[in-house]
């Protein structure tokens, strides 16, 4: 008899991560990531604009070449594969079932009318693997979850169906850590959701020695006397001791396990790099106070004056995001019983040092780590398709309110304290001092002691017995410029060195554009 497969598929907007089950014992087999995005961007929006303006189809075609390839390397049989599910944020599943986008780029009925754009449903449904156009067997059904409002997507029900939340009373905060982070306040099943644009500092992106969580990344740093101890992601991603260093002048004082085995930051190294950084006042926002204005760590890694910039405003879309979420509650951050961390970086960075700097409530006393609900809830539903129709029941019975941060009055005050904290160096007694004269709540002392529930060693719960496999991205788009006279100015001048030009023709690295040119 042959075995039957299923595969559980998470498209975030900075990388795709899959998960080989065995549908007779329900066993995970391997796991494959990529660690970039396969569409142009940093974020989200990027994401969107993209397929608005260079065509739905060819992102479409974009994501799909790419999650082919991360399932082929999966290593089973695909004509064995007799069911896909698939979770994540409403625009990366609208690119990927190829359906109309634009409505979730205009916000109002009136311009949605005049567009003459018909949003489409996004319940939760059921396609052929053949009508998307992965290289499996062409039968197998693809479970594609609900978004609960276009705003709130699969994978924000994800967090709140993994931490079972929506059915306990009391007030709970939780947070998917992301580019794009996704937060809930939840009040006795009554829902307030909003997303904020945090940007790729968060993950590890656009910080110069920045990466996502993968092997050989710095994850975090302990503090002994005066020097920093590496902690570095290994080959299964465990997290392993590295070399001590003094941060001020990168002198090594002890080395550790992963000496030499660090390639790059990731997100929750950053913050953690961020956090003791302030607490030694080696950091006085936006400035670095060593010599070369960089704070050192192992094997040449740093962070430059310009990251720090980047991380303020990272960590300030997080605390203007969830204060705002209160005042619309009309509760005070100190009502809130637990706070959720989900996502990679919410599952690896320290919660001790995100309460330090903001991204989490100062006052959160009960804390869980919940890893990648995204890609569990996948599983789940791999596992045991009649949850696709829990899951729908949920959606259609919650009661939710969106606040669409883009246009809320308290999100944008707020905003502004925090760049100005994050750019120009204001004071945390001053920050504080304007929430209270626009009538909001001040940000919360920390909390002393408070409880934290780590659950697993990794984000990921079980990588399989094949282990974990690294997919690479070499998407591409090309285009002709007749009248190009190669001087090769564009090449030069792209800042992530995605273009190619020859003889008028030019190739551009999808994954490795930014958009920044």
């Not at 004269?437 to 017995?465: A, C, M, N, T, W």
């Not at 003889?503 to 690295?509: C, L, P, S």
Request: net charge negative.
């Amino acid at each position: 008899m042959k075995n039957e497969y299923g595969i559980a598929l998470d498209i975030g907007t900075s990388g795709i991560r899959a998960q080989a089950i065995d549908l007779d014992t329900s066993k995970i087999i391997s796991t494959a990531i990529t660690l970039r995005h396969p569409l142009p961007g940093a974020n989200v929006v990027d994401h969107l604009h993209f397929a608005i303006e260079v065509g739905k189809d060819t992102a479409h075609n974009l994501l799909i070449e790419t999650i082919n390839n991360v399932i082929l390397n999966l290593g089973i049989n695909l004509k064995n594969v007799i069911r896909v599910a698939v979770c994540g944020n409403p625009i990366q599943l609208s690119i990927f079932q190829n359906i109309e986008i634009r409505d979730l780029a205009y916000w109002g009925e009136n311009i949605l009318k005049r567009l003459d754009i018909k949003p489409p449903s996004r319940d939760a449904t059921i396609i052929s693997s053949g009508e998307i156009g992965l290289t499996i067997n062409k039968e197998a059904k693809v479970y594609i979850p609900p978004a609960i409002k276009h705003e709130i997507g699969a994978d924000a029900l994800a967090m709140l169906f993994k931490s079972d939340i929506l059915e306990k009373k009391g007030v709970y905060l939780v947070i998917d850590f992301g580019t794009n982070a996704e937060i809930a306040l939840v009040m006795d099943g009554e829902v307030y959701t909003c997303s904020a644009a945090a940007g790729p500092a968060i993950e590890g992106q656009m910080i110069e020695k920045g990466k996502l969580a993968s092997p050989g990344a710095i994850c975090d740093f302990t503090k002994i006397d005066s020097g920093w101890k590496s902690q570095v992601l290994d080959d299964e991603l465990i997290v392993k001791d590295g070399n001590t260093v003094d941060p001020v002048t990168g002198k090594i004082l002890s080395k550790g396990f992963m000496d030499g085995k660090s390639n790059g930051i990731t997100g929750t190294g950053v913050i953690a790099a961020y956090s003791l950084g302030m607490d030694m006042n080696i950091i006085s926002a936006p400035k670095i106070k060593s010599p070369d204005h960089k704070i050192n760590m192992q094997d040449g890694i740093y962070l430059s004056e310009e990251d720090i910039i980047m991380i303020g405003k990272a960590l300030g879309a997080f605390r203007a995001a969830y204060l705002t979420l209160a005042e619309e509650a009309d509760i005070l951050l100190t009502d809130v019983d637990s706070t959720y961390m989900a996502g990679a970086s919410g599952f690896y960075v320290d919660p001790l040092k995100s309460l330090d700097v903001g991204q989490i409530p100062p006052s959160s006393k009960d804390i869980y780590q919940l890893g990648n609900t995204s890609l569990a809830m996948a599983t789940d539903i791999v596992i045991n398709p009649d949850i696709l129709g829990k899951l729908q029941d949920i959606a259609k019975s919650m009661r939710s309110k969106h606040i669409m941060l883009a246009t809320s009055p308290i999100f944008e005050k707020i905003y502004s304290l925090e760049l100005a904290m994050s750019e120009q160096g204001m004071p945390f007694w001053m920050y504080n001092d304007w929430l209270n004269k626009y009538g909001y709540q001040k940000s919360p002392p920390r909390v002393k002691d408070p409880l934290i529930h780590r659950i697993f060693e990794r984000d990921i719960k079980e990588l399989g017995d094949a282990g974990l496999k690294l997919v690479k991205i070499k998407s591409t788009l090309e285009a002709i410029f007749e009248d190009c006279t190669n001087c090769q100015t564009c090449t030069n001048t792209c800042p992530e060195c995605a273009l190619k030009m020859e003889n008028g023709k030019a190739t551009v690295r999808t994954d490795l554009c930014n958009g920044m040119g």
